[in-house]
């Protein structure tokens, strides 16, 4: 318990644009792009990433190389905070541990929860649809 309340406290204080590294015990390793001139009280829109299966692992760096993390890497103007979570070697994304991480993100940070965006590619662009994502009413884009 004292581990994940330490990645709680933890977060708020991220100000640079690029990505920072993160494992949530509940779920997974991700990586969390907010832009450098983001004032901890603005609220900003989100955008969950979701990578295609070949990016299934453990592997942060790989995970930055490809899809939206490699092309707002190092940009200081990408008015939306980047959720890009990578999915466990073996599995297909899990849509309530996404949840779950989004509902975390959410208390850490100040999210503009009417501008919550879900993409994706290839395995992530099919898991995008997921019927807890459109039940919580996300905007969708596979």
């Not at 707002?72 to 990408?78: A, E, L, Y």
Request: net charge neutral; proline share 6%; hydrophobic share 40%.
């Amino acid at each position: 318990m004292r581990k994940i309340m330490l990645v709680f406290c933890l977060l708020p204080l991220i100000t640079w644009s690029q990505h920072t590294r993160h494992r949530l015990a509940t779920y997974t390793d991700y990586l969390l792009y907010v832009p450098a001139k983001h004032h901890p009280s603005q609220i900003l829109p989100l955008i969950l990433s979701l990578h295609g299966s070949g990016e299934r692992g453990d592997d942060l760096d790989r995970l930055a190389l490809t899809g939206l993390p490699s092309l707002i890497n190092n940009k200081d103007s990408f008015p939306f905070i980047v959720l890009s979570p990578v999915c466990p070697a073996g599995r297909d994304w899990d849509s309530q541990a996404l949840l779950n991480l989004l509902d975390h993100i959410e208390d850490s940070l100040q999210v503009d929860k009417d501008r919550i965006y879900v993409t994706g590619y290839s395995l992530g662009g099919s898991s995008s649809g997921m019927e807890p994502f459109v039940l919580k009413k996300l905007s969708l884009c596979g």
